[in-house]
């Protein structure tokens, strides 16, 4: 995933796994909320800068919240919607 929105609905074809989210053109400070939108689980993996309380799947209109501290994506919350 590459961030280009503070809000960034996400979708897949199929049910997928993610190993992370990109810091290409991140900055300290910067808050990330992701959403699936479609009716396909999203796994999100806890891994490399991506930091989570674990491995998260989420279904439709579930969402991840996340912040970056100039290295890493660290997790603020979840919803399970």
């Known amino acids: 995933i590459t961030d280009v929105a503070t809000f960034q609905p996400i979708s897949a ?3 997928i ?3 992370g989210i990109s810091t290409a ?3 300290a400070g910067d808050i990330l909320i992701l959403e699936n939108v479609v009716n396909q689980a999203i796994t999100i993996s806890d891994t ?3 930091m989570l309380s674990g491995n998260l799947t ?3 209109y579930d969402t991840l919240g996340l912040v970056f501290d100039g290295t890493n ?3 603020l919350y979840t919803t399970n919607n």
């Open 13 to 15: 074809a199929g049910a």
């Open 48 to 50: 490399g800068t991506t």
């Open 17 to 19: 796994g993610l190993s």
């Open 58 to 60: 989420l279904g439709q």
């Open 73 to 75: 994506w660290v997790q």
């Open 25 to 27: 053109t991140s900055v």
